[in-house]
């Protein structure tokens, strides 16, 4: 996270509404070429990445993170150039807020792990210039307690940030819970079509899929055809 001290570029490119892109049900594809387990795919180019599936997502998104996700801001730019961009990292503060709004990012991510005052905090100022923060939750308690804030677009972890330990079924369940009362998509886990359908039924509006797509690109077409179904 070397870059918290950067001074954010002149923004260019004008925000897109994020939430919006996904339409009734969006596929977020996230370009990540590393993670805390180790290296998932270091020989895929950002670019190329973007420009094949852009065919088949209705957004990116883009970790920034440079030690443990081999990440890089200027992934966004490149991003940005096909689809509107969720920029992903441990964000603390509102310079690195500042910095995504300057390379071009749509929307960025807010963990809850932090206090939950902080968190919307952190929200609320993404939403002053214009992007679309995502609040990242990973039980229902804590859903509910955000949206007593007011109207977010919430992410719903199906990895345990404690154990690391994925379960879909258990986003699912925090899925019940909100449905209808927010607008969410389901992240982590989703490597086959039929997660795709399982999330559209419980009332997601997307899911975000990163080490499949990182692995086989070409699932992209598969999950697309999913959503379809549904």
Same mark, same amino acid.
């Given at each position: *996270?070397?870059?918290?001290?950067?001074?954010?570029?002149?923004?260019? %490119?004008?925000?897109?509404? &994020?939430?919006?892109? +996904?339409?009734?049900? !969006?596929?977020?594809? @996230?370009?990540?070429?590393?993670?805390?387990?180790?290296? /998932?795919?270091?020989?895929?180019?950002?670019?190329?990445?973007? @420009?094949?599936?852009?065919?088949?997502?209705?957004? &990116?998104?883009?970790?920034?993170?440079?030690?443990?996700?081999? !990440?890089?801001?200027?992934?966004?730019?490149? %991003?940005?150039?096909?689809?509107?961009?969720?920029?992903?990292?441990?964000?603390?503060?509102?310079?690195?807020?500042? =910095?995504?709004? !300057?390379?071009?990012?749509?929307?960025?991510? /807010?963990?809850?792990? &932090?206090?939950?005052?902080?968190?919307?905090?952190? %929200?609320?100022? =993404?939403?002053?210039?214009? *992007?679309?923060?995502?609040?990242?939750?990973?039980?229902?308690?804590?859903?509910?307690?955000?949206?007593?804030?007011?109207? &977010? +677009?919430?992410?719903?972890?199906?990895?345990? +940030?404690?154990?690391?330990?994925?379960?879909?079924?258990? %986003?699912?369940?925090?899925? @019940?819970?909100?449905?209808?009362?927010?607008?969410?998509? /389901? @992240?982590?886990? /989703?490597?086959?079509?039929?997660?795709?359908?399982?999330?559209?039924?419980?009332?997601?509006?997307?899911?975000?899929?990163?080490?499949? +797509?990182?692995?086989?690109?070409?699932?992209?077409?598969?999950?697309?055809?999913?959503?379809?179904?549904?």
């Amino acid at each position: *996270m070397r870059y918290r001290a950067e001074r954010p570029p002149p923004r260019e %490119a004008p925000v897109e509404d &994020f939430r919006k892109a +996904l339409g009734d049900f !969006g596929i977020i594809a @996230e370009y990540k070429r590393a993670s805390p387990s180790g290296v /998932i795919r270091a020989d895929l180019p950002p670019w190329s990445y973007f @420009e094949e599936l852009s065919h088949y997502v209705d957004a &990116f998104s883009v970790l920034t993170e440079p030690f443990w996700f081999m !990440g890089d801001l200027r992934f966004i730019p490149i %991003a940005k150039k096909f689809k509107p961009v969720l920029a992903k990292d441990f964000v603390l503060s509102r310079q690195q807020i500042d =910095v995504f709004f !300057g390379y071009g990012a749509d929307a960025v991510l /807010i963990i809850s792990e &932090f206090a939950l005052e902080r968190t919307v905090e952190l %929200a609320e100022y =993404v939403k002053k210039l214009g *992007m679309t923060p995502l609040i990242e939750v990973g039980d229902a308690k804590t859903a509910l307690e955000v949206l007593e804030y007011g109207d &977010f +677009l919430l992410g719903i972890n199906s990895r345990d +940030l404690n154990t690391l330990e994925v379960s879909i079924e258990r %986003a699912l369940g925090v899925a @019940e819970a909100v449905a209808g009362r927010a607008d969410f998509i /389901i @992240e982590s886990g /989703i490597n086959k079509p039929d997660y795709v359908e399982m999330a559209c039924r419980k009332g997601a509006r997307g899911v975000l899929v990163g080490t499949a +797509l990182m692995r086989e690109p070409g699932l992209a077409k598969a999950l697309r055809e999913a959503v379809k179904k549904c």
